[in-house]
């Protein structure tokens, strides 16, 4: 299993600034992806954190907007950069494995912005 | 990645059995089945996955015919606590990034 943090927890920005949000894992992983939830939606995929390397972003979103930092094993950033009040949404970490190994994606418990 | 439909939503009361059915019609030979279960205010959570016939965990029993081209996820006898939105994915095997359709919000009721 593995055991995820996020930073901040929640924060209300102003338009046209940057929050940047921190995603720890308690045990390395090889694979930690970046996903949107917008109210009352689904989740939308960002992108895949690839560790040492440019993160890899889906159809729709780009690095200027998300930049994406993934320095080790264990943590990644997310900036949304220059927002907007579309940008509100709950932005959710999530890793695949965790200590012991295996397939499974674990979520963090999301980091709530909203933009004023 | 194969499309899933599943009901937008679903009402139970508590004791009840509940079955979300997903369709997949599209899936291929190396596709695996997945159910995600999210809370409000918490990120999603694994519930079950299976290949094919029937898989059965402490949570919930997942059952897939024959084709494969839909699946049942069944909750025994739900709680208040049931209540969340539900998502049915698919993901070939080996293959790690989940794509999240719409999922079915289940409420149970006292």
């Known amino acids: 299993s593995a055991v995820i943090s996020q930073k901040p927890s929640r924060d209300i920005c102003q338009r046209g600034t940057s929050l940047t949000i921190q995603c720890q894992v308690d045990s390395q992983v090889t694979m930690m992806f970046w996903y949107r939830q917008q109210p009352g939606q689904s989740l939308t995929l960002i992108a895949t954190?690839?560790?040492?390397?440019?993160?890899?972003?889906e159809s729709g979103f780009v690095i200027d907007k998300f930049p994406i930092s993934r320095p080790n094993l264990t943590f990644s950033t997310l900036t949304v950069s220059n927002m907007s009040p579309e940008d509100s949404s709950i932005y959710l970490c999530?890793?695949?494995?965790?200590?012991?190994?295996?397939?499974?994606?674990?979520f963090g418990p999301g980091t709530r912005l909203t933009v004023t | 990645l194969a499309k899933t439909t599943q009901p937008i939503s679903m009402d139970s009361y508590e004791g009840q059995e509940v079955n979300i059915t997903c369709s997949h019609n599209?899936?291929?030979?190396?596709?695996?089945i997945t159910w995600y279960q999210q809370f409000p205010s918490q990120g999603p959570r694994f519930i079950i996955q299976?290949?094919?016939t029937k898989v059965t965990n402490e949570v919930a029993s997942l059952f897939i015919p024959a084709d494969r081209k839909s699946s049942t996820l069944s909750l025994p006898r739900v709680s208040l606590s049931d209540t969340a939105v539900y998502y049915c994915?698919?993901?070939?095997?080996?293959?790690?990034?989940?794509?999240f359709g719409a999922g079915t919000r289940l409420a149970v009721h006292p």
């Open positions: 299976g290949y094919k």
């Open positions: 994915l698919v993901r070939p095997g080996g293959y790690n990034k989940l794509i």
């Open positions: 599209n899936i291929a030979t190396n596709d695996y």
């Open positions: 954190a690839n560790q040492g390397s440019e993160a890899t972003y």
């Open positions: 999530s890793v695949v494995g965790g200590a012991g190994g295996g397939n499974e994606q674990y």
